[in-house]
Every structure is written in C-alpha cells, then in structure tokens.
C-alpha cells in the first residue's frame, strides 16, 4: 500500500481494510509530534485549509484545525452563522467561493446526508466528511478504531458493542462498518424505537437487553441520545432510559474487568454513562480527542500524496 490515492475523504464504505490500517498506522507516527517541543512539520506548507462546520462541533472542527496547523497549513474556519450562507448563499456557490480564494481542503460537516459527496464532484479541492445528517462520520470511526488498536493492539476478535441512539447516529453506522472490516464482532443495542431494521444491512447483532450483552463485550462505546434530531418521544422518559441503557456505576461492575469505555463525545453524563464510569481507569475517552488530532493529521498527510512511514521514521 503506497497511499490512499484519493482526492477525497467521505467515508468508510469506500475504505479498503488495508487502507484503514494504513491510517491507523501513519497515526501513530504523527501522535510522536505531540510529545516534541515544537508540534509542527512542513507537509501542508503553503496549502488552506477551510472548516466549514453546518452543524455545531468542538472536537471534529477543532482538531481538524489543530492538526492542519500542526502539518503548517494555513487554515480558516467558515464562520457559518454569520458568513452569507444566512443570506440565502447555496453550499456550491460558498465552496466555489472558497476555492475561488485558493482553497486546498474543506473540510465539512452538513445536516444532509451526502452533501459531501456532491461537493467533492463537483469542486477540485479535497473534500473530507466531518459528518453528514445520520449517514457518516468517516474520521471518528478511524480515530475510534486507532484508539482500540493502540489500547488492545488489534480490533480483530473483538466483541464490540455500540449502545444506544443508533438511528440517529452517523457514528454508529461508520465505526460498525470500519470495525467489521478489521474482523470485529459488532452488536448494537438500544431501544427498538432506535434500532431500525436497516441496520441488520450491516451484518451486525442486535439486542434490545444491555444487561445481557454487557459480560460479553471487550469494548463498549455509548453513543450520546440525539434530543435535537429526535421528533417526537422515541423512549418513555430519560428515566426510563437511564434504567435500561445507561451504563451506571452498578452495571460497570458487571462488565469484563479490562473492558474499554467509549464515547465520541459529548457526552451526557448521567445519562449514557456515570461519571465514575466516564472517568474510570478503562475509560479512553479522552484519549479519543487527542488521537483524533493524530488521526487527521495522517488523512492530510496521505491526501497530500504522503507515502507510508518506514518503521524508525518519524520518531
Ligand atoms: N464526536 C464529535 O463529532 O464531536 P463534535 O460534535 O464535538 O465534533
């Protein structure tokens, strides 16, 4: 595997698994960069890169920047409330706007499904999905399946569990397909009225009883319940859900004792998980952000045309 070859990053379907591992492992190197005194290297010297962020974000738009400066790009976020999108400005024309300025990169996050995939046929720059409406989140599902590598040293075997709001995740649908494809066994669990049948497409298990799945699983990622995307009341009561869902301090202890916690963030503490569970010793949730900066930088740096390391490089 030389590189990704691809002028765009939109989502995991279209990632091999020799690709996804090949990110994985230019995240490793690109994670040494955190521990030097200066943080940056050349490789995106010269080059813009845009956020344009359509719905709210802390951690997908800011460690995109994060990583963009680090890699020396030059980088401007779209302030999207406030730029003429409000004036009634379409996606293509802003885009066309921004490449019109000389833009490399955009990197966005869209409330419409596949509004990534348009822009990408129909601008040059690279396009890279920081999540679109429920279809997919491709980079948390890289940095989520490199932070169970770097924890465990392979996603193969694993079984995985993915709890809660799935029908409104765009997380849960690209980590079942990105671990699926490192060899994962993946089971979803939520209420039905948030587990569609779409998702036996996955070839994944389904459960609707936690307490049944949770002695079984090695890694366990709670998914944050969607209030903002839900019409009308999909379970009786955050009460309700919080006694069949939640993964409380009392069902912690009926976990494996190594088992890994999960969360992409933002969490609702109380609500997907205690914070004696989110803050725990099996909890890597914060290393999550941080390898989230580390992943990103790789997917730049393999867009921009970036060979693989060889072991050695990049200490
Ligand atoms: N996980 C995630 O996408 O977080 P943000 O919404 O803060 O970017």
Do not use: W
């Not at 003429?84 to 802003?94: Q, Y």
């Not at 996050?109 to 890279?128: G, T, W």
């Not at 949730?285 to 060889?310: C, D, H, K, W």
Request: aromatic residues 6%; neutral net charge; contains cysteine.
């Amino acid at each position: 595997m030389n590189s990704l070859n691809k002028k765009d990053l939109l989502d995991i379907k279209s990632l091999s698994p020799d690709e996804i591992m090949l990110i994985c492992k230019t995240a490793t190197y690109f994670k040494d960069v955190f521990t030097r005194d200066v943080k940056t290297v050349p490789v995106l010297r010269g080059k813009t890169v845009c956020t344009l962020f359509y719905e709210p974000s802390t951690r997908t738009r800011l460690s995109f920047e994060l990583a963009a400066k680090m890699l020396s790009a030059n980088t401007v976020n779209v302030p999207v409330t406030t730029s003429s999108v409000v004036k009634g400005e379409s996606l293509i024309d802003t885009v066309r706007t921004l490449e019109a300025m000389k833009a490399d990169y955009i990197v966005m996050r869209h409330e419409a499904s596949l509004a990534p995939h348009f822009l990408s046929q129909n601008i040059n720059a690279s396009v890279i999905n920081g999540g679109d409406g429920y279809h997919a989140h491709p980079t948390q599902a890289l940095l989520d399946t490199y932070s169970i590598i770097e924890a465990r040293g392979s996603v193969e075997g694993l079984h995985i569990g993915i709890i809660g709001d799935i029908k409104h995740s765009r997380v849960a649908r690209s980590d079942a397909i990105a671990f699926k494809k490192l060899g994962a066994k993946v089971t979803l669990c939520g209420p039905s009225t948030l587990l569609p049948d779409e998702f036996k497409q996955y070839d994944v298990d389904i459960t609707y009883n936690l307490d049944e799945l949770l002695p079984k699983l090695d890694v366990i990622n709670m998914l944050r319940i969607q209030r903002e995307r839900q019409r009308g009341s999909l379970f009786p009561s955050i009460r309700e859900y919080n006694r069949l869902y939640s993964l409380t301090d009392e069902r912690f202890k009926r976990c494996k004792p190594d088992i890994l916690v999960m969360h992409p963030g933002p969490m609702n503490r109380g609500i997907e998980l205690d914070d004696a569970v989110a803050d725990s010793p099996n909890s890597i949730i914060n290393e999550q952000v941080t390898n989230g900066v580390a992943v990103r930088m790789a997917i730049f740096y393999l867009l921009a045309g970036g060979t693989p390391f060889s072991d050695g490089e990049g200490n």
